[in-house]
């Protein structure tokens, strides 16, 4: 169906695209387009890209439902944690979280949020946007 679920609609239903932020900008909502459609559902791929100091984390996300796993190395060389309420999860000396706030007609709004200092390294994302 359409964006406003009046009409049926034939089209490519997968988008894979890229995007990047800096740990370090303030906590807020930005809205991710050009993906010619409403997604039902993403997966992200984010990672800093700092070979000594690399973190990451791989989500899915479907607007209401938010899951990740996480390198949380801080906590314990080599270990990995699940959260179940951010798709984006990057800790090192601070906290960046981010979720899908919503499904837009052409991407999609995720919420980040900054806690503490979280350097000054720029997170690489990938997504994969589902019809």
Not at 4 to 33: M, Q
Not at 70 to 88: H, M
Not at 98 to 105: E, R
Not at 113 to 121: D, E, I, K, P, Y
Request: glycine share 14%; net charge neutral; with cysteine.
């Amino acid at each position: 169906m359409n964006a406003g679920a009046t009409a049926p609609e034939w089209a490519s239903g997968i988008k894979i695209g890229t995007f990047t932020r800096a740990l370090n900008t303030a906590s807020g909502d930005v809205a991710y387009t050009g993906v010619g459609f409403k997604p039902s559902a993403i997966i992200l791929i984010v990672g800093t890209p700092d070979a000594a100091t690399g973190y990451g984390s791989i989500g899915i996300d479907d607007g209401t439902s938010h899951y990740c796993q996480f390198n949380n190395s801080v906590a314990s060389l080599g270990t990995f944690g699940l959260a179940t309420s951010f798709s984006v999860y990057i800790i090192n000396t601070g906290t960046v979280t981010g979720l899908v706030k919503t499904m837009d007609a052409d991407g999609f709004t995720i919420t980040w949020a900054l806690t503490g200092n979280a350097g000054t390294s720029t997170v690489r994302g990938a997504y994969i946007a589902l019809r």
